[in-house]
């Protein structure tokens, strides 16, 4: 089983920036496929970005230039860098993981593709 801790969201203002963290238990966590998802208000869960257990990265267009995906496999642990923040970028920040190694470049933005997830962090900026 594993399990997910996300951590670093908060209450900022429009153009600041944060810092998201993961932190993985369970597993190995260096052969996982991770992801980060959102979740505004009223509105399904979206794609943000993903990195696979190789380091090749995706983004949703809507963060591209942005955010930036990383993970440290000594730390078991990925980040969200989120830069120049946008009111439309307040939501609940999830983390997910999934152990199959071979995923379609498509299948990184799909929540179906993902089998643990973590509690999520709040993330709102204001204008």
């Known amino acids: 089983q594993v399990q997910l801790v996300e951590s670093g969201g908060g209450l900022v203002q429009a153009g600041s920036s944060l810092r998201l963290s993961c932190v993985a238990s369970g597993g190995i966590f260096s052969s996982y496929n991770m992801g980060w998802f959102r979740r505004a208000p009223g509105q399904e869960r979206e794609f943000v970005a993903a990195?696979?257990?190789?380091?090749?990265?995706y983004y949703a267009d809507s963060v591209k230039g942005r955010f930036t995906i990383s993970r440290d496999n000594d730390k078991n642990t990925i980040y969200l860098e989120m830069n120049s923040l946008k009111p439309g970028d307040t939501a609940v920040y999830y983390c997910?993981?999934?152990?199959?190694?071979?995923?379609?470049?498509?299948?990184?933005?799909?929540?179906?593709?993902?089998?643990?997830w973590g509690q999520g962090t709040q993330v709102t900026v204001s204008s």
């Open positions: 990195v696979s257990w190789r380091s090749s990265m």
């Open positions: 997910a993981s999934t152990s199959l190694l071979w995923l379609s470049p498509t299948s990184y933005s799909q929540t179906r593709s993902y089998a643990y």
